[in-house]
T-cell receptor, first 113, second 113 residues
Framework: GQQVMQIPQYQHVQEGEDFTTYCNSSTTLSNIQWYKQRPGGHPVFLIQLVKSGEVKKQKRLTFQFGEAKKNSSLHITATQTTDVGTYFCAGRNSGGSNYKLTFGKGTLLTVNP | DAMVIQNPRYQVTQFGKPVTLSCSQTLNHNVMYWYQQKSSQAPKLLFHYYDKDFNNEADTPDNFQSRRPNTSFCFLDIRSPGLGDAAMYLC????????????FGPGTRLTVT
């Protein structure tokens, strides 16, 4: 079955440093979504990437979808304490039952003020 | 304002005693999902309803059942909870299942004693 690997599992940064989390799928994806889950909270949708090589920005967050549509990354520039949380990628297969979102294990980001 | 509501937020049940968790939505979305999330892990899809059509995941134990009496409500029934079923249970909705983002409720934390 489809597997979505996400690294690193944990990342601790000083406020102001950059942060990147990477996501790799064992299969080609039709689209990939990113969610943020604050400690004690629930996942909140950030963005969806659909096209090969797509890059989207949301303020200090930059999302990329690989050319082969099998990998993705989330980069945060100049982290702030409000960025603390677990970032999950979630991918959908490109064929067959393409409804299911398979979540990566997430990257827990902590920020030292 | 709440879009996906889960009740109760915390549930304590005894080993083997049936329990029902509820989810309601004000978004009029076609799809409702139930996820299980254990500490520091990714959400794991248990099943989903696409309108009235129930879709079970192959690895979801028979102990877990679901009902969707109407568009707005969906229930998760755990027939005989075991200690391993202690987790956060997240309900999510989406407009459709192929490419739309999922809106998560706040979750119900289930404790089994």
């Amino acid at each position: 079955g489809q597997q979505v690997m996400q690294i690193p599992q944990y990342q601790h940064v000083q406020e102001g440093e950059d942060f990147t989390t990477y996501c790799n799928s064992s299969t080609t994806l039709s689209n990939i979504q990113w969610y943020k889950q604050r400690p004690g909270g629930h996942p909140v949708f950030l963005i969806q990437l659909v096209k090969s090589g797509e890059v989207k920005k949301q303020k200090r967050l930059t999302f990329q979808f690989g050319e082969a549509k099998k990998n993705s990354s989330l980069h945060i520039t100049a982290t702030q304490t409000t960025d603390v949380g677990t970032y999950f990628c979630a991918g959908r297969n490109s064929g067959g039952s393409n409804y299911k979102l398979t979540f990566g294990k997430g990257t827990l980001l902590t920020v030292n003020p | 304002d709440a879009m996906v509501i889960q009740n109760p937020r915390y549930q304590v049940t005894q080993f083997g005693k049936p329990v029902t968790l509820s989810c309601s939505q004000t978004l009029n979305h076609n799809v409702m999902y139930w996820y299980q999330q254990k500490s520091s892990q990714a959400p794991k899809l248990l099943f989903h309803y696409y309108d009235k059509d129930f879709n079970n995941e192959a690895d979801t134990p028979d102990n877990f059942q679901s009902r969707r009496p109407n568009t707005s409500f969906c229930f998760l029934d755990i027939r005989s909870p075991g200690l391993g079923d202690a987790a956060m249970y997240l309900c999510a909705t989406s407009r459709d299942r192929a490419s739309y983002e999922q809106y998560f409720g706040p979750g119900t934390r289930l404790t089994v004693t």
